[in-house]
């Protein structure tokens, strides 16, 4: 099943359920894939449908943290809670600590030894590792392995 169908799938039990998070993010997320097949005039890869999802996570990481420092923790709550809604259609993001050892075995495989060579190393980790590695972390890790 198509990654929309299956939102289309969950949109109609959440609103039967009355679970309004859940409602309005994924309606949200219906919203931006069909925003994003009409900018490309026709239908998205399973590549670009994961890139549209992580945009979404990191916007509304970003919102959060903002609402945070904002002194509006309820509306950072809600931010947080359409994370979780968005990640359910994510990979399982990796830990820190398998980020470090895909990285190295990464930057092995690609004979990459200097910190000249950082950008390669996070775009390809980003490229291989789509959804399951976020760029701060994989920028931070690419500096501490590649010395």
Known sequence: MALIETIMKDLK???KAKD???????RMLKAAMTEAEMAK?????????MQVLTRA???RKE?????DEGGRPELAEKERAEVAVIQRYLPKPMSEDEVRAAMKG???ELGLESKKQMGQLISATM??????????TASRLAGEILS
Not at 20 to 26: F, N
């Open 41 to 49: 005039e026709s239908k998205l890869s399973e590549d670009e449908e």
């Open 13 to 15: 039990e959440a609103m």
């Open 106 to 108: 990464l930057a092995e």
């Open 57 to 59: 996570v990191k916007t």
């Open 63 to 67: 919102s959060a943290q903002q609402y």
């Open 127 to 136: 490229e291989r590792y789509r959804g399951q590695v976020e760029g701060r």
């Open 20 to 26: 309004l998070v859940a409602r309005d993010t994924l």
